[in-house]
């Protein structure tokens, strides 16, 4: 069947898609992270003058949720890095440097918004 559609597929193309799928899908869960931890930011802030809610159980379990998603977020980041130096490796050649500079200023914008939800923090 492949045969008759063209031949085999060709590897590369579809390693490099696989690459540009991880860092799209990657990016997309950083942001969604990102705007969690801001909603539960805002939450701490909000609540953060009561005295009572300050030693209660609802902020503790906030503070565990906030520190998990910047860490979720951390190791997203990290991931993210690794794709992105395999893919700009393997297609030095074809890429544009406008296409590189683009992705390292998403994932610099994105690393960026982290610091500064958690310098919030």
């Known amino acids: 069947m492949i045969i008759k559609?063209?031949?085999?597929?060709?590897?590369?193309?579809?390693?490099?898609?696989?690459?540009?799928?991880?860092?799209?899908?990657?990016?997309?869960?950083?942001?969604?992270?990102?705007?969690s931890s801001k909603d539960m930011l805002k939450i701490y802030i909000n609540k953060s003058h009561d005295t009572v809610w300050q030693q209660s159980n609802d902020r503790m379990k906030l503070d565990e949720d906030i520190k998990?998603?910047?860490?979720?977020?951390?190791?997203?980041?990290?991931?993210?890095?690794?794709v992105f130096k395999k893919y700009s490796k393997k297609n030095k050649k074809v890429l544009t440097q406008e296409e590189l500079s683009g992705r390292a200023k998403q994932i610099d914008l994105l690393r960026k918004n982290l610091n500064l939800l958690q310098s919030e923090f």
């Open 5 to 35: 559609l063209g031949g085999p597929p060709n590897e590369d193309v579809e390693e490099n898609n696989r690459l540009i799928d991880a860092f799209e899908k990657t990016a997309s869960g950083i942001k969604e992270n990102l705007n």
């Open 68 to 82: 998990t998603t910047f860490n979720a977020t951390e190791e997203q980041l990290a991931f993210l890095r690794t």
